[in-house]
């Protein structure tokens, strides 16, 4: 069975400082990785993807991949309180593809 | 200017019975989803659709039915509800062109509670 571990959290973070989110998955077909983020009570929308291995750059969102540890990551810079949500990777493979979401990492920003 | 739109928000009936769930997208794309919510917030896909087409039908008991009259529309018919059906359904939608790119646009949910 295709896996994508997250970090329940929550995580908290002060306000301003970088709050780190990890995902790690099974399946090594996984060739691209999605970030969306889900509000409480809201649907999940896209922050950013990433299917080359080192760091994309979005503002103050950057994810890192590593393929061959099956690794992605995001980073958020300068966090604040309106970041506080819920932070879902999602691995995409080629072809025909079962769309898997991880469970999500729960992130607070206090002031 | 809704891009991926449901009805009804929120869903309140009682064990036994039959509701349908629709759902609308005017973005242009190819490929509908249904997916569930539970408590828990864990996500997982139910059904896809492309151009009408199934292409994904996951483990979901047959009272589930899924129906795309086109590609824009996509609608879940649930028959003799059960408490476990209790969840946040959402509908998305992507243009199915670079699996690489390709984003999912969601709708604003429908929460379904089961009595």
């Known amino acids: 069975q295709k896996e994508v571990e997250q970090n329940s959290g929550p995580l908290s973070v002060p306000e301003g400082a970088i709050a780190s989110l990890n995902c790690t998955y099974s399946?090594?077909?996984?060739?691209?990785f999605f970030w969306y983020r889900q509000y409480s009570g809201k649907s999940p929308e896209l922050i950013m993807f990433?299917?080359?291995?080192g760091d994309k750059e979005d503002g103050r969102f950057t994810a890192q991949l590593n393929k061959a540890s099956q690794y992605v990551s995001l980073l958020i810079r300068d966090s604040q309180p309106s970041d506080s949500a819920t932070y879902l990777c999602?691995?995409?493979?080629?072809?025909?593809?079962?769309?898997?979401f991880g469970r999500g990492t729960s992130l607070i920003v206090h002031p | 200017d809704t891009a991926v739109s449901q009805t009804p928000k929120y869903l309140v009936t009682q064990m036994g019975n039959d509701k349908s769930i629709k759902c609308e997208q005017n973005?242009?794309?190819?490929?509908m989803y249904w997916y569930k919510q539970d408590s828990k917030k864990f996500l997982k896909i139910m059904f896809s659709?492309?151009?009408?087409?199934?292409?994904i039908n996951e483990t979901v008991p047959n009272r589930f039915s899924p129906k795309s009259p086109d590609k824009a529309h996509l609608n879940l018919h649930i028959n003799s509800l059960e408490l476990g059906d209790s969840a946040v359904y959402f509908c998305?939608?992507?243009?199915?062109?670079?699996?690489?790119?390709?984003?999912?646009?969601f709708g604003p949910g429908t929460r379904l509670t089961v009595l």
């Open positions: 998305a939608s992507s243009l199915y062109r670079d699996y690489r790119t390709d984003t999912q646009y």
């Open positions: 399946d090594r077909g996984s060739q691209s």
């Open positions: 990433i299917y080359s291995n």
């Open positions: 999602a691995p995409r493979a080629g072809g025909s593809y079962i769309p898997t």
């Open positions: 973005l242009g794309h190819d490929t």
């Open positions: 659709y492309n151009n009408k087409e199934l292409i």
